[in-house]
T-cell receptor, first 113, second 117 residues
């Protein structure tokens, strides 16, 4: 079973920041938080990952609470092309024995014009 | 560098038939994983291959099988198809560290849409 819970859907106005929450209260000390997204009927796309510090890349920012029980993915300026299902996943990071990902139900982000 | 490719992209079969799906990973990637996506069950892990060996398997019946070739290309086979096998089948590849250890990023292909009638 997935170790994360996410709201089933969210709306966001184009050009505004989209903040997608994720709860992972049973995360282990060596597990990272990963985010993927899946645009309709395409393969999932990696976005970002982190352990406990905030992370930022060209796609998004990841804010992880100090107790690591929850996190927020931030898309700073959402566009219509960001409409997708966003998955929050916890897994052992690089150096683990498997690449297996356990997907939850994700959040459908609908960016409105 | 070309991405993960999957063939065919669409497939229609009838119950009882078998099907073989193919996945070509990104050049240099030696780990390949397969996932099934259905509206009811979401994205579920099928199995993972590294260096021609299956090293992880999801909770699927024995009708689902796979293999990996020496060039890292992978195939999955579903025998005796059932209506419930209709799904999007996704393949993901990743570069592996020494000893086959995992990396951060998996790259997914576009998937094969299988319809069982």
């Amino acid at each position: 079973d997935a170790k994360t819970t996410q709201p089933p859907s969210m709306d966001c106005a184009e050009g505004r920041a989209a903040n997608l929450p994720c709860n992972h209260s049973t995360i282990s000390g060596n597990e990272y938080v990963y985010w993927y997204r899946q645009i309709h009927s395409q393969g999932p796309q990696y976005i970002i990952h982190g352990l406990k510090n905030n992370e930022t890349n060209e796609m998004a920012s990841l804010i992880i609470t100090e107790d690591r029980k929850s996190s927020t993915l931030i898309l700073p300026h959402a566009t219509l092309r960001d409409t997708a299902v966003y998955y929050c996943i916890v897994r052992v990071p690089r150096g683990g024995a498997t690449n297996k990902l356990i997907f939850g139900t994700g959040t459908l982000l609908a960016v409105q014009p | 560098k070309a991405g993960v490719t999957q063939t065919p992209r669409y497939l229609i079969k009838t119950r009882g038939q078998q099907v073989t799906l193919s996945c070509s990973p990104i050049s240099g990637h030696r780990s390949v994983s397969w996932y099934q996506q259905t509206p009811g069950q979401g994205l579920q892990f099928l199995f993972e291959y590294f260096s021609e060996t299956q090293r992880n398997k999801g909770n699927f019946p024995g009708r689902f099988s796979g293999r990996q070739f020496s060039n890292s290309r992978s195939e999955m086979n579903v025998s005796t198809l059932e209506l419930g096998d209709s799904a999007l089948y996704l393949c993901a590849s990743s570069f592996t560290l020494a000893g086959g250890l995992s990396t951060d990023t998996q790259y997914f292909g576009p998937g094969t849409r299988l319809t069982v009638l």
